[in-house]
């Protein structure tokens, strides 16, 4: 799921006018208007303009949007000029409220914001307008070349003849490329593949984690630890993390050595792919396996041999390293997944994608009774399926909101006719169309796939899937792990040797991390290395 990246203070001034209309025009309801000024982008803007609406400044406005934060509302715009006016009117959709005309009269600080799209020509005919990653992880708040203004304080009335006037006049500063220490490196290629197929230039990069002393023993190759997730350029473990003990563990005499890596591969659609080869996405799948992890191992002394490539990560990553183990059973060693997203879509989430009718809410005839988002572990609704939706339409429509299920729409479902991803379900009232549904069993319900084709997956794979989670999970996670453990314990020819683990009562994202990973991850590479293999060179 969905991790914030971390807070950028907004600053910088912003244009607050008074358009003047003919009183006639007060008939048209509610409306903001938002420009952007020449001095912050000097060409036309193909994109989207919103207004954050908040009764405090503490943050900016536009920080405080998210899924039940502030009032958040959005507008395309297609080539709009600099000082060119765009007119958020309560025809556009917003999240919490979905209109303006829901906004009471009062004072408010607002702030504009435009997200800027980029036109992709791809290789499967479509064309398409998505936001280009600037290498901050698809988060449209904080992503380089973005526009925004300071926050202002204005009376806003719905019934008003003339509208509120709004000025992006500031530019968010590029993000420089974090430099190299003695144990942490980085590196960013362009992938000719995935150029080629978007028509832009699309980059994929690492951040690898050195054992201690790696330069004194030139000689000595490591297993890797491939650690999946969001993007992120921090070190792999939480090495570079103050007071989290890794790398006091990581440095310390007697600690087994090993190569960490965490992959970087956002795409137009999210802060990372989820690593497969997709109808929307492209082939990420065959950029990172053949062109990311053969850099990896030309620049760093990794043991190329499967025992020794090992899979883990959390949430998304945990649902990576269960796909990436099924889609490449004979490369990677054994794969740690915790908390992993929807292992069977009968659980996706709350929402079974192939009988349920509606994924926002359940018709008892009389009421209909809302479905749960998020819980905590004592069983108190933090979100429901409905917000955490809305707040992605308002931000962004055809799947382009940056957010956790427009992704998936992204990298599991087919394209529509317009080159964007065919819904799941409709956005804004849940409706499932169950024929995009057998679209995802078919390709990327991972506990399908594992089932129907377990009789060549099964030997390749029986002792290498673990699994952990909370049976507390706060987006009900659990249910897909227990579904994929039902069949695993059915599973026969052979029968399952892996392991699953339950953590009463713990919420998203149970696992084992830090030492605890490494201890487990040598414990069973010293259980399942084949003979002859170098158990001791990487151990000093």
Known sequence: MTTPLPFLRLAGAALLALATLPAAHAAQGPRIRVSFSPKAHAQPITGRVYVAVSRSNQTPPIEQADITGVPLFGHDVTALAPGQVATIDSDDFGAPLTSLRQLPAGDYWMQPFVNVYTEFKRADGHTVWLHMDQWEG????????????????????????????????????????????????????????????????????????????????????????????????????????????????????????????????????????????????????????????????????????????????????GWIAMAQMLFHPDYYGGTFASCPDALDFRHHQVVNIYEDANAYWLDKGWVKVERVDTRQPDGNVEAMMKDENWYELAVGDHDRSGGQWDIWEAAFGPVGADGYPRRLWDKRSGAIDHDVARYWKQHFDLRYLLETHWAALGPKVTDKIHIYVGDADTYNLNMGVRAMDAFLERAHDPSFHGSITYQPMAPHCWGPRGKALIETVTHYIDDHAPAGADLTGWRY
């Open 138 to 317: 698809q988060d449209f708040k904080h992503s380089p070349g973005n526009l925004y203004g300071k926050p202002v304080k204005v009376h806003y009335d719905p019934a008003a003849a003339t509208p509120v006037a709004l000025v992006a006049d500031q530019v968010i500063a590029p993000i420089p490329f974090p430099k190299d220490t003695p144990y942490v490196r980085r590196f960013r290629i362009k992938s000719k593949l995935l150029s080629d197929w978007w028509g832009q230039p699309i980059y994929l990069g690492a951040t690898v984690l050195l054992p201690k002393d790696y330069d004194r023993h030139p000689g000595v190759r490591y297993p890797v630890i491939y650690e999946q997730g969001h993007f992120s350029t921090r070190a792999p473990g939480g090495f570079d993390r103050p007071k989290s003990g890794f790398r006091d563990y990581w440095l310390a005499d007697g600690t087994p050595r090993y190569i960490m890596v965490s992959l970087q591969h956002p795409s137009p659609y999210y802060d990372d792919s989820y690593a497969v080869n997709s109808a929307n996405e492209g082939p990420y799948d065959d950029a990172i396996h053949q062109e990311l992890l053969p850099e990896v191992q030309k620049r760093f002394r990794t043991i190329e041999a499967p025992w020794a490539r090992i899979l883990e990560g959390g949430s998304t990553g």
